[in-house]
């Protein structure tokens, strides 16, 4: 039995949160199987071979002009049906529920291949029946919503046509009002994306992570009143219960991380999330998120739209600001801090993050409570081994010697980090966020790598100044005045790595001038061609 072979598979890779939440998507479940099905048991491999399979269904009808093929029973425990106000089905339903389905699809295309520019699936020629997008509807079990699967193995990137399967009810929702009509809407926006990431832009059976983030976004773009993406952001496994866990991880986090969708729209446009689909399918999605933020008029990346995430993620819930962060915040929980009573001089925390990662900390001084949001922006970073590294962050009410900054509240904080440039560091005070980032005299990231668009930033105090880079041996190459940027709390002047000739700047260490009104600041830093 199909419902069946869905426990088995979910019962070994479930991606099921700690408090029974149900699995919003079956395709984080579906492409560990894939991945690992050489390791499978017989059970299991048998599991596998049947949901890769589309199940035959009573009955099919043609919609939107062609575009979809809807199969489903009449009849017996997998027909659909509508529900009544008490959440129980009601009989005889099964068409009125399909006949739901098909305005529903015909919206959710329109918005997402019309309206936002993203390219449709391919058809699959005779399977299913004909060129249809084919839609089976039946029990799915207890607690997924749906499930796109496709029909054959790809490579790491590559692409597939698939099939959609969606839950034939929707009873088990939470949230009561969800149940029903409202779930549906969002599991066709959702799985419809799927197939379109799968069918025209790659699949990654490694990241995952990007494929749920995309389509949980899209439940919010196609259907912006059903909010059912906000379950995720209250259960115990989301990011703001767990910042600690890094982007590409596989788990249930992923649903909750849909805001990241969010972020990236109202920060740098809507039409940010096609141009990062538009470059996978060349890439995995870490390295096409950095590419398309380099594209961007306003040039940058990952690592910093990382740092800034972590500022947006800590204005939620009470301390909302829908101007300047998500227009919904009010309506998300606050984020998990670790507090301390500032009552000794100095507080230390030592510990590990993982890359892609935060940590919040709040200090109270009795008169204000500063809050250190901590992340560490390396984005060297795979979905089943993400690399750690480890930190020791004091702050402390005076001042002990130079390598201490001074934050918000009259407190001072040290950072010792392996390697400066890959983390960040914003203290939120009373007044609002600051950073514990580079000083004046300072470069980052350091050592510097110009590929991709990649920039080096060199902050200051000013609105505009003049950076001349030198040589080891003291040749100049390259001068320009510039106007500061905004980048992260602080301004900055940039450089690309290219040299006054339009050449590429060779790796080495390189010193830099920055005249600036009334006076002259120097640095150095080190650039590395991979």
Known sequence: MRTEAHRILTSRFSAAGSEGLPVKCGLPI?????????????????????????????????????????????TGADAPALLDAAGQRVPGTARAFVDSAVAIMAH?????????GFQAPPNDGTIGGGPEYDIYIYDLGPDTYGLTTPDVFVAEGGMSTTFMEIH??????????????????????????????????????????????????????????ENDYLNYLFSGDSQFKLPGTPLTAYDYIMYSRGILG????????????????????????????????????????LSVAFAEW?????????????????????????????????????????GSLSCLAGAYFGYSTGTDTVTVALSNLSAD?????????PYTLTVSRNRPDDSYREIAGGLYLKLDVTNQSQWFAWTIGRQGPGTTSVAEGGAYPNPFHPLGGSLLFLPVNEDQGTLSVYSSGM????????????????????????????????????????????????????????
């Open 30 to 74: 579906l492409s560990t199987a894939i991945r690992e099905r050489a390791s499978l048991g017989a059970d299991e491999r048998s599991a596998l071979a049947s949901v890769l399979q589309r199940a035959e269904r009573q009955t099919s009808i043609i919609a939107d002009s062609g575009r979809f093929r809807f199969h489903f029973d009449t």
């Open 108 to 116: 959710v295309y329109q918005f997402e291949i019309g309206t936002l």
């Open 168 to 225: 034939n009810d929707f009873s088990f929702v939470s949230p009561p009002a969800n149940r029903g009509i409202p779930s549906l809407r969002v599991t066709l926006a959702h799985e419809f994306h799927h197939a379109i990431q799968i069918g025209s832009y790659g699949y990654w059976t490694n990241d995952v992570w990007f494929h749920e983030i995309t389509s949980v976004w899209m439940e919010d773009v196609v259907y912006h009143g």
């Open 262 to 301: 969010k972020y990236f729209t109202k920060r740098f446009g809507h039409d940010t999330m096609l141009h990062i689909w538009q470059n996978i399918h060349s890439m995995a999605p870490l390295q096409a998120i950095d590419l398309t933020l380099h594209q961007l008029p306003s040039s940058t990346t």
């Open 310 to 350: 972590t500022l947006w993620n800590f204005y939620t819930g009470v301390r909302a600001d829908s101007v300047t962060y998500y227009d919904e915040a009010a309506h998300f929980p606050v984020m998990k801090e670790t507090y301390y009573d500032l009552i000794s001089p100095t507080q230390q925390v030592t």
């Open 381 to 389: 970073c795979q979905a089943n081994s993400p690399a750690s590294s």
């Open 475 to 530: 040749e100049l190459v390259y001068s320009a005045t510039l106007q500061s940027q905004w980048r992260l709390g602080q301004r900055v002047l940039t450089w690309d790595g290219v040299t006054k000739s339009k050449g590429a700047a060779p790796t080495g260490i390189y010193l830099f001038v920055l005249s600036l009104p009334g006076r002259t600041v120097t640095g150095k830093f080190a650039l590395v061609r991979r």
